[in-house]
């Protein structure tokens, strides 16, 4: 999110988050910002690419020629994403460096409202790191942690992590979509 281009910056200022991580290699989380008034019609393009019976897109379980599909419509949507790379295998160390970086971005950003994909196992050190860096605000985000199935802007986010976990013609597919790749300190 440190990165707008010139002709976007007011557009995602005030916008919508979804943030996802991925943590099979290195810690890895994507931040998904797409501008307010786009968040319904981006919703309604990511659900018409479901398939029968199923309740939402994860990239590790899908075949690649429905990823690459799945890739094409993001790509026309109206989203900018951020990626935070933590290279460590303690998730909880990543997860917390990972998530200040993108509270830090959302506090300067602006943001409206941020979604995070709901980890049980960390879900209590995520509201009290997210509380901890709201509380001095006057102004503050209104946030939520939410499973992939209810919320399908997190399935952006979700892509993302995966492609660049996978890396070669997978990040390549991802990059339209990708405006900054910040590596953090851990």
């Known amino acids: 999110m440190s990165f707008r281009p010139s002709d976007g910056v007011s557009r995602y200022l005030r916008g919508h988050v979804f943030v996802d991580e991925t943590k099979s290699k290195d810690y890895v989380v ?7 008034g786009q ?85 209590r050190a995520d509201l009290e790191l997210i509380a901890r860096k709201l509380y001095p605000m006057t102004h503050k985000p209104t946030y939520r942690l939410e499973v992939p199935r209810s919320e399908p802007l997190l399935w952006i986010s979700d892509a993302v992590c995966w492609c660049y976990q996978r890396g070669g013609a997978w990040i390549d597919a991802a990059q339209p979509l990708v405006v900054d790749v910040r590596h953090l300190e851990v």
């Open 30 to 36: 994507a931040a998904a910002t797409l501008p307010a």
């Open 39 to 123: 968040v319904s019609e981006a919703r309604k393009a990511l659900r018409s690419v479901l398939l029968p019976r199923q309740d939402r897109v994860h990239f590790a379980k899908e075949k690649d020629p429905y990823r690459a599909r799945v890739l094409q419509v993001m790509c026309g949507l109206d989203v900018q994403v951020t990626v935070y790379v933590a290279k460590t295998k303690d998730q909880r160390v990543g997860r917390a460096a990972c998530m200040n970086a993108v509270i830090d971005d959302v506090i300067k950003d602006r943001t409206a409202h941020v979604v995070i994909e709901r980890d049980e196992s960390l879900m």
